[in-house]
Every structure is written in structure tokens, then in C-alpha cells.
């Protein structure tokens, strides 16, 4: 989607609130003994108060109102029966519409007690993210997310997950332009337009490099195993730089 005006840009600016302010709430409710599921209706219960609708429920059929993945688990996790215990890293993935327009994020979240190496993966899971984030800007090039966020995990011991791209977003939960790279891809040609809305959203690891299937139609695995975070925002592309949509209301 591009922005053309105003109204489209309030419009997005509201669903980037929701989904903000319901990630933020999961993130509160998270404690050792609560199971996926009833995270999950946490989540589904503050969007539909404020009239927004699940997008992976809406438009792919998907078993939940959000995506939560836990350790082993990256991305696409199904809410269920699981515990979450102490130690454990726990992902949540939260996209959703709103009077026909949607927005998604994401963040990682540590159960404490958490060990110094899985403190510092999220401190700059964040970090990396922003680097990426920090490229982005009118007449850009989309090469230079990818290229930003190869240099960050590079230079702090980090390998990226590297079939799992953002996307572009705004009248559908995926569309044009497809398959952003967060990481350094030399084919990648396209430009930022003004008004252009996408996500940013690097999968940062202790070593894994894809995402592999499990035994459900969703659920998403690393490969090699190993620790992974993701954080996310929706943004414009503006001729000052990233508008990030996807920022709490507090």
C-alpha cells in the first residue's frame, strides 16, 4: 500500500495503535503457569474491544488470535495447552484490520529467571530491528534494511533467519512489495516510495539461519535449533525518514 491521504494514514495510524497496545498487554500478562491459549484470548479480547478483527484468523483460517511461539518455536505458533514456564522465550505476533485496514508487530519476551546471553539477545534483537529501521526513507533503497541489520548481527556474533522476510502491508495483511530481506541480499533492486507502508522485522539468532516445518500446518521451527527473537513494526516510508505505526499509546 502507498498512502495517498490523510484519512488512509489516520485509518492505519489506529490499527497501528491496536495492535501496539495489544502486544503490550499480552507482554503484561506473560507469567510462569498461564498457557498459550489464554494468552492468546487476552489478546483476541482487547482487539475485538476495540473493533478490530484478528488478521492470520481473517484471512488465512489461522487456529488463534495471534501467533505465539515459544523457544524452540520462531514463528506461527499455535495458541494451545502449552505452559509457559520460568526461562522460557516467548514470541508474540500480533497483526489485525480495522474499517479495511491492517498493521502488524511483533517483540520477544524473556520469563524470568533469564540467563545474560538471552537478556542480551533481546536487548539486540531490538537493536537490530532499529538498524534497519534507520535505513528507511523516500527513494531508498529496500537493500539497505537488509544490508543494516547483516552488519549489526555480524558485528555482535548473530546469524539471521533468512526465509523469513517482512512484507509490504496496509489493505491486506501481505502484499506489495513481497519478500523484504532483513538481511544483506544482492538482488534486491527496489526502491522506497513516499507513502510506502511495510514491515521490519529481522529474526535474530543464537545460530540458526531458516525456519523449518513442524508437525502442524503452521508452526514454524529454527534451523539449526537454536534461541531466536523477532521484533516488529508497521511503517511509512517518509521523506523524513520511518513513521513507525506500530507504537503503543503509552
Not at 3 to 32: K, Q
Not at 118 to 145: F, N, S
Request: proline share 6%; aromatic share 6%.
Amino acid at each position: 500500500m502507498t498512502v495517498s491521504s490523510d484519512d488512509e494514514l489516520a485509518a492505519l495510524r489506529r490499527i497501528g495503535r491496536i495492535v501496539a497496545d495489544t502486544l503490550e498487554a499480552m507482554g503484561r500478562t506473560i507469567e510462569p503457569g498461564i498457557t498459550t491459549r489464554e494468552l492468546d484470548r487476552v489478546g483476541r479480547s482487547f482487539l475485538e474491544a476495540a473493533g478490530a478483527r484478528p488478521a492470520p484468523e481473517m484471512v488465512y483460517g489461522f487456529p488463534g488470535a495471534t501467533c505465539i511461539s515459544v523457544n524452540e518455536e520462531i514463528a506461527h505458533g499455535i495458541p494451545g495447552d502449552r505452559r509457559i514456564a520460568p526461562g522460557d522465550l516467548v514470541n508474540i505476533d500480533v497483526s489485525a484490520e480495522k474499517d479495511g485496514y491492517f498493521s502488524d508487530t511483533g517483540a520477544s519476551f524473556a520469563v524470568p529467571p533469564v540467563t545474560r546471553a538471552v537478556e542480551r539477545l533481546c536487548r539486540d534483537g531490538r537493536r537490530a530491528m532499529w538498524a534497519g529501521l534507520r535505513q528507511i526513507g523516500t527513494d531508498k533503497p529496500l537493500a539497505e534494511i537488509g544490508r543494516a541489520v547483516g552488519a549489526f548481527a555480524r558485528k555482535n556474533g548473530y546469524t539471521l533467519v533468512r526465509n523469513l522476510a517482512s512484507h509490504g502491508v496496509g489493505l491486506s495483511l501481505h502484499e506489495e512489495p513481497t519478500e523484504i530481506a532483513t538481511w544483506p541480499d544482492a538482488s534486491e533492486r527496489r526502491i522506497m516510495t513516499e507513502g510506502l507502508v511495510f514491515t521490519v522485522e529481522p529474526f535474530l539468532s543464537l545460530g540458526a539461519e531458516f525456519a523449518e516445518d513442524g508437525d502442524d500446518p503452521w508452526t514454524l521451527y529454527s534451523r539449526p535449533k537454536a534461541l531466536t527473537v523477532q521484533y516488529e513494526h508497521t511503517v511509512v516510508a517518509t521523506r523524513s525518514g520511518p513513521l513507525v505505526l506500530t507504537m503503543p499509546s503509552q
